[in-house]
T-cell receptor
Framework: DAKTTQPNSMESNEEEPVHLPCNHS???????IHWYRQLPSQGPEYVIH???SNVNNRMASLAIAEDRKSSTLILHRATLRDAAVYYC??????????????FGQGTTLQVKP | KAGVTQTPRYLIKTRGQQVTLSCSPI?????VSWYQQTPGQGLQFLFE???????NKGNFPGRFSGRQFSNSRSEMNVSTLELGDSALYLC?????????????FGPGTRLTVT
């Protein structure tokens, strides 16, 4: 299973952009990059995912390096509600392991008012 | 559209008992995965079901089992409960089994074994 590396924790000020990095040097050509977050006392929540191109949705943007060995989740204006643990996960496409998400320790994001 | 629902939300059991947890996926979703979350081990994959067949299994003892019904609803069972089984059990559903689709998680069932 391909692994990801994230910083244990990050801090941000409210209403400022946040860039959460993720390294995945052993990514294979068919692995999708998924991001989930888990707010306190809740189940994980899907944020965004992509394969090769940068992606935007209402929650965040995902910037993927050209060699796909790293990616960055961008929260354009952090709010207090964005304080959570953010997980970067590789999900294989068309593999027997595709239903199996491997969660690392994630990045705990603290947002200061 | 309703999200993933899990029942019960909270459960207290005694060591040695067995427990069954239920998960109803989002309508139309055919893949259901189960995870265990503990403070020490984090989120760990238990198993995945698709079209009523177990497609993948994590590194858990045989006391942990599951099944999926024709309507995609899933149950997991833990027999001979141990104190270490106390955890948050999460269910996630996905439209199909590909990396191109996201998983949606339920709120979890908090199991306490005494």
């Amino acid at each position: 299973d391909a692994k990801t590396t994230q910083p244990n924790s990050m801090e941000s000020n409210e209403e400022e952009p946040v860039h959460l990095p993720c390294n995945h040097s052993t990514i294979s050509g068919t692995d999708y990059i998924h991001w989930y977050r888990q707010l306190p006392s809740q189940g994980p929540e899907y944020v965004i995912h992509g394969l090769t191109s940068n992606v935007n949705n209402r929650m965040a943007s995902l910037a993927i390096a050209e060699d796909r060995k790293s990616s960055t989740l961008i929260l354009h204006r952090a709010t207090l509600r964005d304080a959570a643990v953010y997980y970067c996960i590789l999900r294989p496409h068309g593999s027997s392991n595709t239903g199996k998400l491997i969660f690392g320790q994630g990045t705990t994001l603290q947002v200061k008012p | 559209k309703a999200g993933v629902t899990q029942t019960p939300r909270y459960l207290i059991k005694t060591r040695g008992q067995q427990v069954t947890l239920s998960c109803s996926p989002i309508s139309g979703h055919r893949s259901v995965s189960w995870y265990q979350q503990t403070p020490g081990q984090g989120l760990q994959f238990l198993f995945e079901y698709f079209s009523e067949t177990q497609r993948n299994k994590g590194n858990f003892p045989g006391r942990f089992s599951g099944r999926q019904f024709s309507n995609s609803r899933s149950e997991m069972n833990v027999s001979t409960l141990e104190l270490g089984d106390s955890a948050l059990y999460l269910c996630a559903s996905s439209l199909v089994r590909t990396g191109a689709y996201e998983q949606y998680f339920g709120p979890g069932t908090r199991l306490t074994v005494t």
